[in-house]
């Protein structure tokens, strides 16, 4: 279905941008595929709030790639990165204990890496038109 494959497109770049080295999608990509669209499916976050994440994902690795590497990374990093563009795109948003609850991470984290990714992003969430595309270009030329 359109929601699985938009999953794992997520699941697979939020691993490219996690894992310094090639990954192979085997069991453990499986898994974070499956925690994505578990995240994406109860949140109802929209496909433009999703590709907004991915580029706040992508900002991080550039300017402080350590905060996005480590062991199982990727699922603190995707529910945060979710959060903060639902939350800049949407005036009704969902609670932080809300995204701790679905994503079954601990609250505490979660705020502890809001507070870091807002640091390192300079609290700019903003994302410009151009940026945008160009990110969509980025996106298309990663499919293919």
Same mark, same amino acid.
């Not at 959060?83 to 705020?111: G, R």
């Given at each position: 279905?359109?929601?699985? +494959? ?25 898994? /974070? ?8 499916? /109860? ?22 790639? =350590?905060?996005? =590497? ?17 939350? /800049? ?11 701790? /609850?679905?994503?079954?991470?601990? $609250? ?19 994302? +410009?038109? +151009? ?7 980025? $996106? ?5």
């Amino acid at each position: 279905t359109e929601d699985v +494959s938009l999953a794992s497109f997520v699941a697979e770049v939020v691993l490219h941008f996690c894992h310094e080295a090639p990954f192979e999608f085997d069991v453990a990509g499986n898994h /974070f595929a499956t925690f994505c669209s578990d995240i994406l499916s /109860f949140m109802n976050i929209s496909p433009s709030a999703i590709l907004v994440a991915l580029e706040y994902i992508q900002r991080i690795k550039i300017y402080y790639p =350590t905060m996005v =590497t480590g062991p199982a990374a990727e699922y603190v990093v995707i529910v945060v990165a979710l959060m903060l563009a639902h939350k /800049f795109q949407d005036d009704n948003t969902y609670s932080n204990q809300s995204w701790a /609850f679905v994503s079954k991470l601990p $609250l505490a984290q979660i705020n502890s890496v809001e507070v870091q990714f807002l640091s390192a992003l300079n609290y700019n969430l903003y994302v +410009s038109e +151009s940026e945008y595309i160009q990110w969509l270009n980025y $996106l298309e030329q990663y499919l293919n």
